[in-house]
């Protein structure tokens, strides 16, 4: 049964691929090794969020020309879009897997959906793996070393309950105490249809025309 997965298999699934040299450039996970179903989407969702990031940290720079971040802006919209994809797979290989169940008269709605939580797992395992280099860091000062120790002991705390969440959530979905449904998130600004800017909608103050 697909949706048998639980928050630690995730975190470790995360950490994994993040000790691969390559990664997220190349991808050893689920999907690379066949698995399919909702690991495939985990997968996919922690390397778009690894794409992300890298991208998101080169957008930063100011040491190269205009063109160049603006051609970085456009693959952050793209792994962006990329990610929340995931996202919603995941929810819906999740949901197909508890349409049987009943649930329970006054069982409660998360607003938070499964997939939600495990793209927020995924996010905190980014951010572990990056403090812990810097704490770790042979060449920076004890203050440094001192500040990102600290942050990295409460990304940890966040990370763990977050972890006992979404186990409480998928232990009370699969007995029909809570449930989560599927949100799409109409990314709109990637939408030429929508977005004004790119069907000729836009007003001078930037809003669109009714």
Same mark, same amino acid.
């Given at each position: 049964?697909?949706?048998?997965? !639980?928050?630690?298999? =995730? $975190?470790?699934? @995360?950490? %994994? &691929?993040?000790?691969?040299?390559?990664?997220? $450039?190349?991808? @050893?996970?689920?999907? +690379?090794?066949?698995?399919?179903?909702?690991?495939?989407?985990? #997968?996919?969702?922690?390397?778009?969020?690894? /794409?992300?990031?890298?991208?998101?940290?080169?957008? %930063?720079?100011?040491?190269?020309?205009?063109?160049?971040?603006?051609?970085?802006?456009?693959? =952050? !919209?793209?792994?962006? &879009?990329?990610?929340? #994809?995931?996202?919603?797979?995941?929810?819906?290989?999740?949901?197909?897997?508890?349409?049987? $169940? $009943?649930?329970?008269?006054?069982?409660?709605?998360?607003?938070?959906?499964?997939?939600?939580? =495990? !793209? %927020?797992?995924?996010?905190?395992? /980014?951010? =572990? @793996? @990056?403090?812990?280099?810097?704490?770790?860091?042979?060449?920076?000062?004890?203050?440094?070393? %001192?500040?990102?120790?600290?942050?990295?002991?409460?990304?940890?705390?966040?990370?763990?309950?977050?972890?006992?969440?979404? !186990?409480?959530?998928?232990?009370?979905?699969?007995?029909?105490? +809570?449930?989560?449904?599927?949100?799409?998130?109409?990314?709109?600004?990637?939408?030429? +249809?929508?977005?004004?800017?790119?069907?000729?909608?836009?007003?001078?103050?930037?809003?669109?025309?009714?």
């Amino acid at each position: 049964m697909q949706s048998e997965i !639980d928050a630690v298999s =995730i $975190v470790w699934f @995360h950490d %994994r &691929q993040l000790r691969e040299r390559d990664w997220p $450039v190349m991808s @050893h996970g689920a999907g +690379a090794s066949g698995a399919s179903g909702v690991w495939e989407w985990i #997968d996919d969702n922690h390397r778009y969020n690894g /794409l992300l990031w890298h991208e998101e940290d080169r957008a %930063r720079r100011l040491d190269v020309p205009p063109a160049e971040i603006a051609a970085g802006k456009r693959l =952050i !919209d793209r792994y962006n &879009q990329k990610r929340n #994809d995931a996202v919603e797979s995941i929810d819906e290989a999740l949901l197909a897997d508890l349409r049987h $169940v $009943v649930c329970e008269p006054g069982a409660r709605l998360s607003s938070e959906t499964a997939g939600a939580m =495990i !793209d %927020r797992l995924s996010i905190l395992a /980014l951010k =572990i @793996h @990056h403090m812990r280099a810097q704490a770790q860091r042979a060449d920076a000062d004890e203050a440094h070393v %001192r500040t990102c120790t600290g942050k990295l002991e409460r990304l940890l705390t966040q990370r763990q309950d977050l972890v006992s969440c979404l !186990d409480l959530l998928l232990t009370e979905a699969r007995a029909g105490r +809570a449930y989560f449904k599927l949100y799409r998130q109409f990314k709109m600004y990637n939408d030429p +249809a929508l977005n004004p800017y790119l069907n000729g909608q836009a007003t001078p103050n930037g809003r669109a025309t009714p």
